[in-house]
C-alpha cells in the first residue's frame, strides 16, 4: 500500500462524512481544495 493510496481514502471517507453531516459547509470547503471538481460532486 502506497502512503498517497491511504491519504486518499482517509480523506474521501472525511469528505463523504461532511456531506452528511454539514452539507451546507461542504460547498463552501471543497472548491478550495478541488476547484472545479467539486463542481462535478456538488
Given at each position: 500500500?502506497?502512503?498517497?493510496a491511504?491519504?486518499s481514502?482517509i480523506?474521501?471517507?472525511?469528505?463523504?462524512?461532511?456531506?452528511?453531516?454539514?452539507?451546507?459547509?461542504?460547498?463552501?470547503?471543497?472548491?478550495?481544495?478541488?476547484?472545479?471538481?467539486?463542481?462535478?460532486?456538488?
Amino acid at each position: 500500500m502506497n502512503p498517497f493510496a491511504i491519504v486518499s481514502r482517509i480523506l474521501g471517507s472525511i469528505l463523504s462524512l461532511s456531506f452528511v453531516l454539514f452539507p451546507g459547509a461542504v460547498p463552501r470547503i471543497t472548491p478550495k481544495l478541488y476547484g472545479s471538481r467539486s463542481k462535478k460532486i456538488v
